[in-house]
């Protein structure tokens, strides 16, 4: 009897419940592995967002007789040189990457799609002059322009953010821009011209949606580069300064320095961002195929 | 909803009087051309491509004109054109009484209400994320005629309706449909705000040919009931001769014969013609096999550099002198017939 009741709600359930809960069980059922990203990048949300009070110890509170502990009960991720809880510093850690990994990632995908949108519907001279601006940004080596704006307004949070969306955003036009390209010959376009719909009614109902597999895909894409980057930045003393728990800078830092003698140092960040960065991979594949309405007729 | 539709389309009672009783459209005389440029940074002109080159005709109210010509002989430019989705380079282009041809963008819009199109390909013109209820509702909501959602929804129903579909498939998606299906969706949202003209660029070519005769038909229901004037561009002769009650024939940017459908099936006078409906194969092999053939050698030549004098003249088993320099006009025979050819001057 329960069985039945049982199999009478799963049946029933599509129906009864909103479009975000349609939508995750498509997400389970039909992309897996999305869905593993999706649970370990929710994780990490969860993780970087209650930091504060998941972590058992103090960021940056030392221990000097617990120098380099290998993982045990008391410190599930070993401590550092110092004797600091490497599990609170990496949920620290998290906590770092998910505001510079979204803000920027965030912001960069916003500039490229606002640049690639435009040069790519409009065309024409504004486009050429617009995209050899591109050209010309991209020739500049991104490290020396992010050594110039860290050395003018010193390392900080802000300065990184804003430089990496810049970066990224102008580069990331291109990608857009080719997919706007494609999409704008499309007689779908051409009949909204005819009808007399406006440019911005175009490019709001045609031409975003349209390209939107592509901007899932940067953005979330750059949420890893980005937390790549800040881990480089972080080893050159170009990133958040020094007793701020970032992945890049304690996998540089201490990992590195003492990777002999606590090789749990560098595993702990190193797994982190791994997983992490793999994750929002998964998940944005898994987004990308979803939001398709071509893909829904595999019910 | 219907009536207030049809009541702002009436509502430039000026415009509209004057019109009443010549033609719903007359082009005269139009011309596009498009420049070939050469060079990166500093472009230059080089050549002059004339895909439309002197093209004059009139659509009545309520009638089919067909436009039939081989590919790339400026017959969907035509279309493109009258549309204003082309710049024309010169002529008049007189829809409802007014010349559209140097209209602005903002006085364009409101033209736009009053012609709409259809294009060749059911799968590209149809966007594939909206739903068929917001691409039928469209034109509808572009021309701010969506502001009470309730009629909004019982038109869009309706134009569903009307085109053979049923009004649950709003909410799926064009690639739900087959080819016929979609360009059934694409009429829809031709009709959605009550055109005067429809033009309908290649409408069928690309649907199999048991669905061609479906969508054929439903374009003349739709034409009996709604009164609809149609401009029909093709290159299948068969559907033209079976929609359209007069046909224009173009060639290289030119018209060269108009006629009334049974006068050009019947008698077609300029030699493009006879040699086109030469060509279209009979369903019957032993007549087939008998009929006389009339093949036309060579290639069209480039618009890029028509031949001088009479542009079918290297072409034409009947070729003059006169026809090497002189180009001969589209000149009236009478009884709604013009032709443009040195034989029948």
Redesign the interface.
């Known amino acids: 009897m329960a069985s039945v009741a049982d199999t009478a709600v799963v049946t029933a359930s599509p129906r009864r419940h909103g479009a975000f809960v349609r939508f995750v069980i498509r997400l389970f059922r039909e992309k897996p592995l999305g869905a593993a990203g999706a649970v370990i990048f929710v994780l990490f949300l969860f993780c970087g967002l209650f930091a504060d009070v998941l972590a058992p110890y103090g960021m940056n509170q030392i221990s000097p007789l617990n120098r380099l502990k290998p993982p045990s009960w008391q410190h599930p991720f070993g401590t550092d040189n110092l004797g600091r809880d490497m599990f609170s510093r990496c949920l620290y850690g998290a906590q770092l990457s998910v505001i510079i990994g979204f803000c920027a990632a965030g912001l960069a995908t916003i500039i490229s799609v606002v640049l690639g949108i435009l040069t790519g519907y409009l065309g024409g001279k504004f486009d050429l002059v617009a995209q050899r601006f591109v050209d010309a940004w991209m020739s500049f080596p991104d490290l020396i322009i992010l050594i110039v704006v860290v050395s003018v307004l010193g390392p900080g949070m802000p300065q990184i953010i804003g430089t990496l969306a810049l970066l990224f955003g102008i580069a990331g036009s291109r990608i857009i821009r080719s997919a706007v390209v494609s999409v704008r010959e499309?007689?779908?376009v051409?009949?909204?011209?005819?009808?007399?719909?406006?440019t911005f009614?175009i490019l709001w109902?045609?031409i975003l949606?349209?390209v939107?597999p592509p901007v899932i895909v940067l953005f979330t894409t750059r949420v890893g580069v980005v937390i790549l980057v800040e881990s480089g930045l972080s080893f050159l003393g170009l990133g958040v300064p020094p007793p701020a728990p970032t992945w890049g800078g304690m996998l540089s830092g201490a990992g590195r320095t003492f990777m002999y003698q606590g090789p749990w140092l560098a595993l702990a960040p190193g797994l982190c961002l791994t997983v992490v960065v793999y994750a929002t991979n998964m998940f944005g594949d898994a987004l990308r195929d979803l939001l398709d309405?071509?893909m829904?007729?595999s019910r | 909803m219907p009536d207030t539709l049809t009541n702002t389309a009436a509502s430039a009672p000026g415009m509209r009087d004057a019109a009443a009783n010549g033609p719903l459209l007359r082009v005269e005389d139009l011309k596009v051309h498009f420049p070939v440029m050469k060079g990166v940074v500093i472009q230059k002109q080089v050549a002059t491509v004339k895909a439309v080159d002197g093209v004059s005709f009139a659509v009545d109210r309520g009638e089919t004109l067909g436009l039939v010509g081989e590919s790339g002989c400026g017959k969907s430019t035509t279309g493109l054109a009258i549309l204003r989705m082309l710049k024309p380079t010169a002529g008049r282009i007189v829809f409802e009484g007014e010349d559209i041809a140097g209209h602005d963008k903002a006085r364009m819009r409101k033209v736009r209400r009053r012609m709409q199109m259809v294009y060749q390909d059911p799968y590209g013109s149809l966007d594939p994320r909206m739903s068929v209820g917001d691409i039928v509702g469209e034109p509808l909501v572009v021309h701010g005629l969506a502001g009470d959602r309730r009629k909004y929804r019982e038109r869009v129903a309706e134009l569903i309706r009307m085109v053979g579909l049923l009004p649950d498939m709003a909410e799926r998606y064009p690639h739900e449909f087959s080819g016929g299906q979609r360009q059934r969706i694409g009429i829809a949202r031709a009709l959605a705000l009550n055109p005067g003209l429809i033009i309908c660029d290649e409408p069928v070519s690309a649907l199999d040919v048991s669905i061609q005769a479906q969508v054929v038909n439903l374009f003349m229901e739709l034409q009996e009931r709604l009164g609809l004037t149609y401009l029909f561009i093709a290159h299948d002769l068969s559907v033209v001769r079976h929609i359209s009650n007069r046909i224009a024939v173009m060639y290289l940017g030119r018209i060269v014969e108009i006629a009334t459908r049974d006068q050009l099936y019947r008698e077609p006078l300029h030699p493009y013609t006879q040699a086109l409906l030469a060509a279209v194969p009979i369903p019957d092999p032993a007549l087939e096999a008998t009929r006389p053939q009339q093949i036309i050698s060579g290639e069209v030549p480039s618009a890029l550099r028509p031949p001088p004098g009479c542009r079918f003249h290297p072409r034409c088993p009947h070729a003059m002198d006169k026809c090497r320099t002189e180009d001969p006009p589209l000149r009236d025979l009478g009884s709604g017939r013009a032709v443009a050819c040195h034989l029948h001057a």
Not at chain 1, 190 to 198: C, R, V, W, Y
């Open positions: 499309n007689m779908y051409h009949a909204a011209q005819s009808t007399g719909a406006s009614r109902r045609h949606p349209n939107m309405p071509r829904r007729g």
